[in-house]
């Protein structure tokens, strides 16, 4: 099974940036959905973004719409979150994902591999 490791977290001011990182062990495959979760404390991980390793299928949440873009890299086996406009209320742990793409998903549920995670920290 792949495992992914994230990285890339970090203590940040509102308004500023960040590249979140997700390095696969193998070369998924093809047919794989890449995605990325958030879970702050006390609340439910909650989908932010997602795409298929063709990068033609990319879905956000509305929260992050315009604000953070979700790409990856074939050649190193790496999917990356880069996060501008950072607000507080954008901290919380970071989770990479992976799943067979059969479409859109962005239920905790429908993902059977995951990271550990990377804190997020943005200040007021």
């Known amino acids: 099974q792949v495992q992914l490791v994230e990285s890339g977290g970090g203590l940040v001011q509102a308004g500023g940036s960040l590249r979140l990182s997700c390095a696969a062990s193998?070369?998924?495959?093809?047919?794989?959905?890449m995605g990325w979760f958030r879970q702050s404390p006390g609340k439910e991980r909650e989908f932010v973004a997602a795409?298929?390793?063709?990068?033609?299928?990319?879905y956000y949440a509305d929260s992050v719409k315009g604000r953070f873009t979700i790409s990856n890299d074939n050649g190193k086996n790496t999917v990356y979150l880069q996060m501008n406009s950072l607000k507080p209320e954008d901290t919380a742990v970071y989770y990479c994902?992976?799943?067979?793409?059969?479409?859109?998903?962005?239920?905790?549920?429908?993902?059977?591999?995951w990271g550990q995670g990377t804190q997020v920290t943005v200040s007021s």
């Open positions: 994902a992976a799943t067979w793409d059969t479409g859109p998903r962005r239920r905790v549920g429908e993902y059977d591999t």
């Open positions: 193998r070369r998924t495959a093809s047919s794989y959905l």
């Open positions: 795409l298929n390793w063709s990068g033609d299928r990319i």
